[in-house]
């Protein structure tokens, strides 16, 4: 037979201890809902641009047009470096018609140029070989056409070569810039001379006359 002792013991252990153990042990464990992310800070990113073209960084001209052209209603000034210079006013063209080449018209180029405070003009079938010429109405003259001129300056070549009759290289010109149109003295007008009347010879006296068929002898007449 049991204590007394030893019975109430247990009950106490009883009471002291319900049966909160069996379910703990043996429920699952519970799952745990994961804790949401800290917010990662965000950095702007910029779009990334395009790499700049070296032309656009270089800060000399391209090897196409020259810069500044065409110059519209400016001239243009060539230079070729040793203190020529020779500005560009007017372009235009003559078209003519060669009879062995009817379907192929003769184009020649026609500059109407300033230089050295001189109006001049240079023409050529290219601006490789210009000549220099006179006035526009002797150019027109000799090629045998009409100058069409532009109403503004085209874009010209970067360099032209003056040469002479005989085709050999005289200057070679390099465009400048573009600038105001050169004002020209226009040459003095020659004064009308006045006429002065010409003098006449006084007439001379006439010569005595001998009838015909008479001879007057030799020492007739005293001198």
Do not use: H
Not at 5 to 12: C, H, K
Not at 199 to 213: D, L
Request: some cysteine; overall charge positive.
């Amino acid at each position: 037979m049991r204590s007394p002792v030893r019975r109430g013991t247990a009950l106490l252990l009883a009471a002291s201890f319900p049966l909160s153990l069996g379910p703990a042990v043996w429920a699952a464990p519970a799952q745990q809902v994961p804790a949401a992310p800290a917010p990662v800070p965000t950095i702007p990113v910029q779009p990334a641009q395009a790499p700049a073209s070296p032309a656009m960084n270089d800060p000399t001209p391209s090897a196409g047009l020259p810069p500044g052209q065409p110059c519209g209603a400016s001239a243009a000034r060539f230079e070729n470096g040793k203190a020529f210079k020779m500005v560009v006013a007017r372009a235009g063209q003559v078209q003519t018609t060669n009879p062995l080449r009817p379907l192929t018209p003769e184009v020649n180029e026609v500059l109407l140029v300033v230089i050295a405070g001189k109006v001049a003009t240079a023409y050529g079938p290219d601006f490789t070989a210009l000549r220099r010429g006179s006035a526009p109405a002797a150019i027109e003259a000799m090629l045998g056409g009409p100058i069409k001129w532009q109403p503004t300056l085209p874009t010209l070549p970067d360099s032209m070569t003056i040469v002479s009759e005989e085709g050999a290289p005289l200057a070679q010109l390099t465009f400048r810039a573009c600038e105001t149109p050169p004002v020209v003295k226009a040459p003095p007008k020659a004064e009308a001379r006045k006429k002065v009347p010409a003098k006449r010879a006084p007439p001379k006296a006439a010569a005595e006359k001998t009838p015909p068929g008479f001879s007057m002898p030799q020492g007739a007449i005293a001198e």
